[in-house]
């Protein structure tokens, strides 16, 4: 029970600061600064990009999914998945990623 509600606290905070209005004032130049920095080790972030781990998703195929939401994507860079390094972001920087990831569709 604990878990279910941390995840509604983290998406009622993510979608408070990255809803359609804010979306848009989202920074897709510092979301791309803090991908190349942050996750180009493990991810192909941009193009031109030549090497990353084979087994996680390009940054361009995850904007291309037919579900994609930057909304749920800043959700779930807020609260990632085992796999993925715990990197301490903050609400502003999770948007700023989910709006750089928009930006690749």
């Not at 848009?24 to 941009?46: F, Q, T, Y």
């Not at 993925?84 to 609400?91: A, D, E, H, I, V």
Request: aromatic share 6%; glycine share 4%; hydrophobic share 45%.
């Amino acid at each position: 029970m604990h878990q279910h509600l941390r995840r509604i606290c983290l998406l009622l905070a993510v979608t408070s600061s990255v809803g359609t209005s804010s979306a848009l004032a989202a920074d897709a130049d510092h979301g791309a600064d803090l991908a190349k920095r942050w996750c180009a080790s493990c991810h192909i972030v941009a193009n031109g990009q030549t090497q990353a781990s084979a087994d996680v998703p390009s940054f361009a195929s995850v904007a291309h999914r037919p579900n994609f939401s930057p909304e749920r994507l800043a959700f779930f860079l807020l609260d990632p998945h085992p796999k993925m390094p715990n990197f301490p972001l903050s609400r502003t920087e999770a948007g700023d990623i989910a709006a750089y990831i928009a930006s690749l569709r």
